[in-house]
């Protein structure tokens, strides 16, 4: 019988204070723990992995023994894992799924992963490029690169991966390539200095072909006498063909900007948020909203809040579905996915008590929530409960309990008599 060892979770955190203090002035000895420190991270990865796999057995056993669909059980592991490690549910559900494959499929791979030789990513490389492959060929690559990944980097491991997968399965390659190609999308992250970082994942010919149109355009540009740097030029004329504008200054989309009063009139400098990206500096605030007056129109929508405070007061509706002015409040409040290290869009409005129960259709019983972790809140075992000031509790299905609050509004450190919602149309110059 396979000899099983509890984790000393009191030893485990004296040994994490430990090394908040650790020092050393040799400089040989120094690499060596770096070295050792190293081999410790990956380790207690893999140990990870092997306990959200179990995780998932017991669960999955729980789900048979009660008649519940077991298919439902990964999600519902996911959510907890991502909770437990401070993921968000898109990076938990790929933890889950690499515990899975590594524990059942790839023991070469898992023997140097435990033994620290390789690191969580390399370990997600290689399960990723043999994801297309069948049980058995992955354990022929398992076989032949798993006591090999010491020595190997991750483009190494990429590329060996991918070779491995040709040879034994062309077939599975080609049919991947084409959901890959199905799986194209854009998407959007906040960059320092009040930029944002646009992506398009897209199939190399068409990414190809559009870098190459780009360069075309800034190169007639430049040459035509266009003193804008080169990426300048390529960057305005990308905003330009998407937003069907004459210009990069000119595209006509929504955008809410939340600021209080007195820094919308220039007597603060209190920080507004701009929806979908976050904190940006008054004075570019006021640039905002400045154009969109000048140029085009802009509208003002007024959300109270109590004095000094960054939160909005209460605003309900008898209705049980959130009317969309309620929604657009509670999305104004909460920003992004209320669930603890999420970060995803909101792209629901839901009651933390269910309606079904009596939940009130109210800013105070509503929150905005990503699509996964609204379905994950259905899922046996999880319940939300919401206190007066705001925080909202997730109870999972083992007890544990996590909480968050809505991010600060916009808001001054004395008393205010509001904030506002700016929405208006148009960019800054």
């Known amino acids: 019988m396979e000899a099983r060892t509890r984790l000393d979770t009191a030893a485990l955190t004296a040994m994490v204070d430990g090394l908040a203090s650790l020092t050393c002035g040799d400089p040989v000895e120094l690499i060596d723990q770096l070295t050792q420190l190293e081999r410790l991270k990956n380790a207690a990865a893999a140990a990870q992995a092997r306990l959200t796999a179990e995780l998932r057995q017991v669960r999955e056993a729980e789900a048979r023994a009660t008649g519940r669909n077991v298919k439902r059980v990964p999600g ?19 933890l889950a799924g690499l515990a899975t494959v590594l524990t059942s499929e790839m023991p070469h791979t898992m023997a140097a992963f435990s033994a620290g030789e390789v690191s969580e990513w390399r370990v997600t490389v290689l399960v990723r490029e043999t994801a297309c492959l069948s ?101 305005d004329t990308l905003v330009a063909r998407v937003t069907g504008q004459q210009s990069a200054d000119e595209i006509e989309v929504e955008v809410q900007l939340v600021i209080t009063d007195e820094a919308l009139l220039g007597t603060s400098n209190a920080p507004a948020r701009l929806a979908g990206y976050g904190p940006i500096p008054a004075g570019v605030a006021r640039r905002l909203a400045a154009a969109a007056g000048t140029k085009l129109h802009a509208w003002i929508r007024r959300l109270y809040s109590p004095p ?54 109210s800013t105070a019983n509503g929150q905005g929530l990503c699509e996964q972790c609204n379905y994950l809140k259905e899922h046996p075992g999880w319940r939300h409960t919401a206190a007066p000031d705001g925080t909202i509790t997730v109870r999972t299905p083992t007890g544990h309990e996590h909480r968050s609050r809505p991010p ?12 506002i919602d700016v929405r208006f149309f148009g960019s800054a110059a």
């Not at 998407?187 to 780009?214: E, F, H, K």
């Not at 007061?313 to 009317?323: C, N, Q, Y």
């Not at 996915?337 to 869009?345: F, G, L, M, Q």
């Not at 600060?408 to 904030?419: G, K, Q, T, W």
């Open 308 to 361: 000094g405070e960054g939160r909005l007061v209460a605003m309900e509706s008898t209705r049980r579905h959130f009317p969309d002015g309620l929604a657009a409040f509670i999305a104004a409040r909460d920003d992004v996915c209320r669930t603890s290290w999420c970060d995803a869009p909101i792209r629901h409005t839901d009651h933390i008590t269910p309606a079904a129960v009596g939940g009130e259709t």
């Open 408 to 419: 600060d509004l916009p808001h001054e450190p004395r008393v205010m008599p509001f904030p």
């Open 76 to 94: 519902s592991v996911a959510g907890e894992i991502g909770l437990a490690r401070h993921e968000s549910p898109h990076r938990a559900v790929t």
């Open 135 to 235: 049980r058995d060929d992955r354990a022929l690559v398992d076989a032949e690169l798993g006591p090999k990944l010491a020595a190997m980097s991750t483009h190494e491991v990429g590329t060996e991966a991918r070779k491995a997968a040709y040879r034994l399965d062309p077939h599975s390659v080609i049919a991947r390539i084409g959901q890959a190609e199905a799986d194209r999308t854009v998407t959007i992250r906040p960059a320092p200095d009040c930029m944002a970082r646009v992506s398009a994942l897209l199939p190399a010919a068409q990414g190809v072909a559009v870098y190459a149109a780009l360069t075309r355009e800034a190169d007639a540009a430049r040459a035509a006498g266009d003193d804008r740097p080169r990426n300048q030029v390529m960057a």
